[in-house]
Every structure is written in structure tokens, then in C-alpha cells.
């Protein structure tokens, strides 16, 4: 739950190459669900002695924490930087960055893997970047995806590959995984559904707790709350056959819009499970929530949360999309956050 303003002692502690660095003014960190890297900026304090030692680093790795209290300690992001400023007047360092997926993205990749399954590449691809790995176990060689021989390369198959982050995310979308790195490990498993929150988003005190929000905007797209249709066509070169497989948002209604996917070598059960995902995926972005509220440290992308107390159609479960969160030692605490589901009359709660 969210503690009562009155009570909160927000604090920051920056550790850089795991030593505790002094002077930190002000953090924004950004944790998103886009397969892309959570981002951070860092405002610090330093004087001429600092300065010439950041002026002369190569690489350092930052990670920044958070605490509402002064006592408790969570850590928000742990990543390399990307890029830094030094104001050689007023004695201050700007840092920017990425969290370890940026080693990923920043790796170009001709490797082959021969006889790998997606489990098997994307552990050797953690240990190799230097980080651990949750994987759920995979069976097939990956080559089996594109009806070729097991001792086919991978790389060879889907030459649009040009990173290792590119494959990491291609060969979760054949899996149907999620992939993301959190702190220092590499994740590599099917979406983990989890369950509300018991932080409650709402302008006005309900019956679930106190208001905690700041401001509120609500967005619906009419489009894609009507009835649309996949469809996703293959030609599978193994079985000289092709395939064409449609899903839709309703099973009733003729669709007002179709998104045609082509996708080469795939089987009619692949073809339509990709159908399948991209359907959840588009009609996921019906109802968007966009909010911002008192910092707190609970809320991170890929959870659920509930909005009440609007009186519309609007109270309803969400999917966390994006969390921004500042801290400034001045102003305080705060975050935003942007969340997105499909219309769930079934699961409103009242105010």
C-alpha cells in the first residue's frame, strides 16, 4: 500500500561499479514492457577532484535505489552508461543509460548455432554478456522453425537477425515467451500472468482505500474495440504447401479491420498461434490508461493493477505498460505510469 505523504522519507543511493557514490540530486528511471531496455538519468553533484576522474572513464556501471523510508533500500535499475555531461562551472555530472539489455542490442551477431534450442541460445547468450539466467527449458532445434535440418544454422534462416537482442526476441515470439532482463539476470520463459495489485488506482477514496492520484487521462480506441481480424499466410518450403490461418476479436460480427501478416516456413500450428498472439496484442491496446502519482516502489511493468472510482467504463483491470520514476532531492518523489487492456466489464469494481 501506499504510505500516507506525512510518513515518507524518500531517498537515493547510487552505487557506481558497485561502491556507493555521494551527490545524487536527481533520478528519472523508466521500466518498460516494449522488449526494449529500461532507461535512467542521473543529475550528481561532484566537485574538481570528481570531475576529472568522470571526465577520464570509460565504462561504469550504475545502479540506483530507492527507498520511501531511509531505512529500506529497493533497487530500480542496474545497468552500464551510455553517455555523460560534466558542467565544469557548477560541478555537476549528467549520466544516462540502459540496463544490461543494451549489452544484447549492442552485440551484432553472424554466429551460427547449430543444433540449439531457443533455452540453449539464450543461456549461452546470458553467460556471455555476463549476466545469469531464468530459462525455461525449450525441445526444439531451433531450425525445426523454418522446416530445415537440424544442423542447419540459425542465422542462416532469418538473416534480418543483426543483434543478439533481435534473436533473443524472435526466437521468443516462436516459443510464445516473454524475454526481458531484470538486475542482473536474463529472462527466457512463457508470460507469467500475475495477479492484481493490492495498490488500487483512483482520483477519489473508495471503498479499496484512499485516492493516490494526481491526474488521470483515459483513452479508448473505437477501432480496435471492434471486431478485427488476424490473419497470418505461410508457405511452408519442406511440405510445398501454404497455409493461411484467421482469427478474430468476435466471432459474430463481419470485421471492421484485418491485419494480414506473411510469415515464411511456418506450420498451420504456428501460423495459428502467431495469429493468436498478434490478436491479443492488438486488442490489448483498446482501453490505455495514463496516469501520475505519488512515487511508491511496488508497481513495475507486466503486473496488473485495478483503476476504480471514474463511475465508467473505464474501472477495469490493466496491464502495466510503463513506469517513469523521479526523485528529486528537492521536490520529492513521483511516477507515471501508462497501462492498456482490452475492454474486462467482467472483472470492474465498483467505487
Not at 556501471?61 to 562551472?89: M, N
Not at 553472424?110 to 546470458?126: D, G, P, R, V
Not at 507486466?302 to 474501472?315: E, H, N, S, V
Amino acid at each position: 500500500m501506499l504510505q500516507p505523504p506525512d510518513l515518507r522519507q524518500p531517498r537515493m543511493r547510487v552505487l557506481v561499479n558497485g561502491v556507493e557514490t555521494a551527490g545524487a540530486l536527481r533520478a528519472e528511471i523508466t521500466s518498460n514492457n516494449h522488449y526494449a531496455a529500461d532507461r535512467f538519468r542521473l543529475d550528481m553533484q561532484t566537485n574538481t577532484t570528481g570531475a576529472n576522474t568522470w571526465s577520464a572513464i570509460d565504462q561504469a556501471q550504475i545502479e540506483i535505489q530507492l527507498s520511501l523510508d531511509g531505512v529500506g533500500y529497493a533497487s530500480v535499475i542496474h545497468g552500464d552508461i551510455d553517455q555523460l555531461r560534466i558542467d565544469p562551472r557548477a560541478l555537476r555530472v549528467t549520466l544516462e543509460g540502459r540496463d544490461f539489455t543494451s549489452r544484447f542490442i549492442q552485440a551484432r551477431t553472424q554466429e551460427t548455432f547449430a543444433n540449439q534450442t531457443s533455452s540453449q541460445i539464450a543461456a549461452i547468450l546470458a553467460a556471455r554478456r555476463g549476466l545469469s539466467a531464468k530459462v525455461t527449458a525449450t525441445t526444439t532445434p531451433v531450425g525445426a522453425y523454418w522446416q530445415l535440418e537440424h544442423d542447419r544454422t540459425t542465422l542462416d534462416s532469418f538473416s534480418r537477425t543483426v543483434s543478439e537482442w533481435d534473436l533473443l526476441i524472435t526466437l521468443a515470439s516462436h516459443e510464445g515467451f516473454d524475454v526481458f532482463v531484470s538486475s542482473t539476470t536474463l529472462y527466457f520463459q512463457p508470460p507469467v500472468i500475475s495477479t492484481p495489485q493490492t495498490i488500487v488506482l483512483s482520483q477519489q477514496p473508495t471503498l479499496n482505500g484512499p485516492a493516490n492520484l494526481m491526474s488521470l487521462s483515459m483513452e479508448r480506441s473505437l477501432t480496435l474495440a471492434g471486431n478485427i481480424a488476424v490473419t497470418v499466410r505461410s508457405w511452408n518450403s519442406r511440405l510445398a504447401q501454404s497455409f493461411v490461418q484467421t482469427v478474430t476479436s468476435s466471432g459474430t460480427a463481419s470485421p471492421s479491420q484485418t491485419f494480414v501478416y506473411v510469415v515464411p516456413n511456418l506450420t498451420p500450428d504456428a501460423a495459428l498461434r502467431l495469429a493468436q498472439s498478434r490478436l491479443a496484442e492488438l486488442t490489448s491496446h483498446e482501453r490505455v490508461i495514463e496516469a501520475d502519482m505519488p512515487g511508491e516502489l511496488t508497481l513495475m511493468p507486466r503486473q496488473q493493477i485495478m483503476l476504480a472510482g471514474t463511475k465508467t467504463a473505464f474501472d477495469q483491470l490493466y496491464w502495466i505498460d510503463e513506469v517513469t520514476r523521479r526523485l528529486d532531492v528537492q521536490s520529492g518523489f513521483t511516477q507515471s505510469l501508462r497501462a492498456r487492456n482490452s475492454s474486462v466489464l467482467a472483472n470492474s469494481i465498483g467505487e
